[in-house]
């Protein structure tokens, strides 16, 4: 059964940068397509990031340029790095699988943008 463990979320004012990170436990880690979601208080889970097997990505608009996502095949880790932030990114993130998710979701982990 496949375990994901979000972490890295705190509170951050206005332009401020975090680093989310995201263990899995699940086989086959290095050739899946991994990805962050997040959802905002009273919104639908949304896409913001996604990673390839082979390291391509793609993101969101809302968050092109001002977010990095990036995998460690090795230790199983999945990573969003976010600069310039923006109230709106309120929200809970989530790491599953790109493309169709994984069932089971991990806890999240919370970022607020203070502005």
């Known amino acids: 059964q496949v375990q994901l463990v979000e972490s890295g979320g705190g509170l951050v004012q206005l332009g401020g940068s975090l680093r989310l990170s995201c263990a899995a436990s699940t086989s086959a880690f290095s050739i899946r397509a991994m990805a962050w979601y997040r959802q905002a208080p009273g919104k639908q889970r949304e896409l913001v990031a996604t990673?390839?097997?082979?390291?391509?990505?793609n993101y969101a608009d809302s968050v092109k340029g001002r977010f990095t996502i990036s995998r460690d095949n090795y230790k199983k880790m999945v990573y969003l790095q976010m600069s310039s932030l923006k109230p709106e990114d309120t929200a809970v993130y989530y790491c599953?699988?790109?493309?169709?998710?994984?069932?089971?979701w991990g806890q999240g982990t919370q970022v607020t943008v203070s502005s």
């Open positions: 990673i390839t097997s082979g390291g391509g990505t």
């Open positions: 599953n699988k790109g493309g169709i998710p994984f069932d089971s």
